[in-house]
C-alpha cells in the first residue's frame, strides 16, 4: 500500500515542520515540502494536525477491565485497539509477580505467535518480578515474591518464546548479579525496582549490566544525604528511567526535577496501566490483588497502597506539557524515541525516511486523530470517522 500525508506538521529532527510523507508498504520513503506522488496513491489530508513518532510504552498492565495476568487471545486485542486509539504503536506487555504456574501460562499466551501477528504493536514482553523486595513491594503480592532464581528465570524465560524483552528485579536479592548477568546474556533489558538497594548494590547491579529503572522514586529507597541508596546511583548513572506522570505517582516540580537531572534522552513515560484503564470508578484486578478505583487514582483495596494506574500515553504527554512547560517537540523522545533506543529497536522512534511508517497525528489539544503502525492505519478518530 502507498500512502501520501499531506498538510500536517510533522516532527522531524526536533523540530515540526510542514512537509509531505510518502509511505510504501511499511516504511516512510519520501519526505519533503511538497512531494509529487503516482496517481491512484491513498491521500490523507492532515491540513492543522501534529505528525509525531508513535507512542512506545514499556509497562502496562492492561485496560478495559482485561489484565495481562490473566488476558486471552481476544482480550489482548481488545486492549491493542483501545492503546491505537491513544497513539500507542508499540507496547510491551507487563506481567507481574503471580504464581510460577500463572506467569508460565501468560507468558506462552502473549508470545503465542498467533497472538503476535494479530496484535503487531506487541514488541515483547516486561516481567516485572518475582524477584523483588518484600519492603518495597508496592501493590505486589508478598506472599509471592522471592530471592533470584537464574533457574526459574530460565523457565519463565523460555515460556515466552524468547520475546521477554525487560525483566525488573531488586538488584539487593541474592543471586541477582548472576541473573542479571543471565538476561543480558539472553538480550533481557534488566531494569531495577520494587527494591530497598544501596547505593553500592545498584552500582554492582548497573556494572554487571541492569540499564534501566522501573517506575523512577516509587516502590524503591530514596536518597538521604548519608545514604544515597539506589535512587542516588539511578540518578547518576546514564541508565534509563521509567516515569508515570499521571499526578498522583510524582508531583509536577518532582518530574521536573528529574528531568532536569536525567535530561530528555534517558526519561522514559510509561503508563503502568491496569485493567481499570479506560473504565470509571469501581473495583478491578491486578493479579492476584483487587484493586479500588476513586476519581482515576488506583489502590490496593486491602492496603490503600497506591497501585499502577488508569494512565493512557497521549495524556501522560499531553500531562508532561502541563507540568514542564515544554512544547511538544522537546517531549516527545520521552514517550517515543527514548524507549526505542533503550530497547535497542532502531527503526522505530523517529519520523524519518527509511524507519518503520509509525506515527500518531494529533490536533492541537493533543487529541489523537490518527494511529498508523507499520504503514496501516490502526485507528481513525473523529475526523477520519
Known amino acids: 500500500m502507498t500512502m501520501h500525508i499531506t498538510g500536517a506538521q510533522v516532527l522531524h529532527k526536533g523540530i515540526f515542520k510542514a512537509l509531505d510523507l510518502l509511505i510504501e508498504g511499511t516504511r516512510f520513503v519520501a519526505m519533503d515540502e511538497q512531494l509529487l506522488v503516482p496517481a491512484g496513491t491513498a491521500v490523507i489530508d492532515a491540513t492543522g494536525l501534529f505528525l509525531v513518532p508513535g507512542f512506545i510504552d514499556v509497562h502496562t498492565h492492561g485496560a478495559l477491565e482485561s489484565d495481562f495476568n490473566h488476558a486471552n487471545a481476544e482480550q489482548v486485542a481488545k486492549i491493542s485497539s483501545f492503546f491505537a486509539?491513544?497513539?500507542?504503536?508499540?507496547?510491551?506487555?507487563?506481567?507481574?509477580?503471580?504464581?510460577?504456574?500463572?506467569?508460565?501460562?501468560?507468558?506462552?499466551?502473549?508470545?503465542?505467535?498467533?497472538?503476535?501477528?494479530?496484535?503487531?504493536?506487541?514488541?515483547?514482553?516486561?516481567?516485572?518480578?518475582?524477584?523483588?523486595?518484600?519492603?518495597?513491594?508496592?501493590?505486589?503480592?508478598?506472599?509471592?515474591?522471592?530471592?533470584?532464581?537464574?533457574?526459574?528465570?530460565?523457565?519463565?524465560?523460555?515460556?515466552?518464546?524468547?520475546?521477554?524483552?525487560?525483566?525488573?528485579?531488586?538488584?539487593?536479592?541474592?543471586?541477582?548479579?548472576?541473573?542479571?548477568?543471565?538476561?543480558?546474556?539472553?538480550?533481557?533489558?534488566?531494569?531495577?525496582?520494587?527494591?530497598?538497594?544501596?547505593?553500592?548494590?545498584?552500582?554492582?547491579?548497573?556494572?554487571?549490566?541492569?540499564?534501566?529503572?522501573?517506575?523512577?522514586?516509587?516502590?524503591?529507597?530514596?536518597?538521604?544525604?548519608?545514604?544515597?541508596?539506589?535512587?542516588?546511583?539511578?540518578?547518576?548513572?546514564?541508565?534509563?528511567?521509567?516515569?508515570?506522570?499521571?499526578?498522583?505517582?510524582?508531583?509536577?516540580?518532582?518530574?521536573?526535577?528529574?528531568?532536569?537531572?536525567?535530561?530528555?534522552?534517558?526519561?522514559?513515560?510509561?503508563?503502568?496501566?491496569?485493567?481499570?484503564?479506560?473504565?470509571?470508578?469501581?473495583?478491578?484486578?491486578?493479579?492476584?490483588?483487587?484493586?479500588?478505583?476513586?476519581?482515576?487514582?488506583?489502590?490496593?483495596?486491602d492496603t490503600g497502597v497506591r497501585a499502577g494506574s488508569t494512565l493512557t500515553m497521549d495524556r501522560a504527554l499531553k500531562n508532561l506539557m502541563s507540568f514542564t512547560g515544554k512544547p511538544t517537540e522537546q517531549l516527545s523522545a520521552l514517550v517515543s524515541a527514548n524507549a526505542a533506543r533503550m530497547l535497542g529497536l532502531e527503526d522505530i522512534g523517529e519520523l524519518e525516511i527509511t524507519k518503520r511508517a509509525d506515527l500518531v497525528a494529533l490536533d492541537a489539544d493533543c487529541r489523537v486523530q490518527y494511529t498508523t503502525a507499520g504503514g496501516s492505519i490502526i485507528h481513525r478518530g473523529e475526523r477520519y470517522a
Do not use: W
Request: glycine residues 8%.
Open 85 to 301: 486509539s491513544r497513539g500507542v504503536t508499540t507496547y510491551l506487555p507487563t506481567i507481574l509477580t503471580d504464581t510460577p504456574e500463572t506467569m508460565l501460562r501468560q507468558l506462552d499466551v502473549l508470545s503465542d505467535p498467533y497472538v503476535l501477528a494479530a496484535n503487531p504493536t506487541i514488541a515483547g514482553i516486561h516481567l516485572e518480578g518475582p524477584f523483588l523486595c518484600p519492603a518495597y513491594k508496592g501493590a505486589m503480592p508478598g506472599r509471592l515474591l522471592r530471592q533470584c532464581d537464574v533457574s526459574l528465570f530460565r523457565e519463565l524465560y523460555a515460556a515466552s518464546r524468547s520475546t521477554m524483552k525487560i525483566i525488573t528485579l531488586a538488584p539487593e536479592l541474592e543471586g541477582a548479579i548472576a541473573l542479571i548477568e543471565e538476561a543480558v546474556s539472553l538480550g533481557v533489558k534488566v531494569s531495577l525496582g520494587h527494591s530497598s538497594a544501596s547505593y553500592e548494590q545498584t552500582m554492582t547491579a548497573i556494572q554487571a549490566g541492569a540499564t534501566g529503572a522501573t517506575h523512577i522514586m516509587n516502590a524503591m529507597k530514596l536518597l538521604h544525604m548519608h545514604d544515597p541508596a539506589i535512587l542516588t546511583a539511578v540518578l547518576e548513572q546514564d541508565v534509563y528511567a521509567e516515569m508515570i506522570c499521571d499526578g498522583f505517582h510524582l508531583h509536577p516540580p518532582i518530574v521536573r526535577l528529574l528531568l532536569k537531572i536525567k535530561g530528555y534522552d534517558r526519561m522514559l513515560a510509561v503508563t503502568d496501566s491496569l485493567s481499570a484503564t479506560g473504565c470509571p470508578n469501581g473495583s478491578y484486578q491486578l493479579g492476584v490483588q483487587t484493586i479500588v478505583v476513586k476519581d482515576g487514582d488506583a489502590k490496593v483495596a
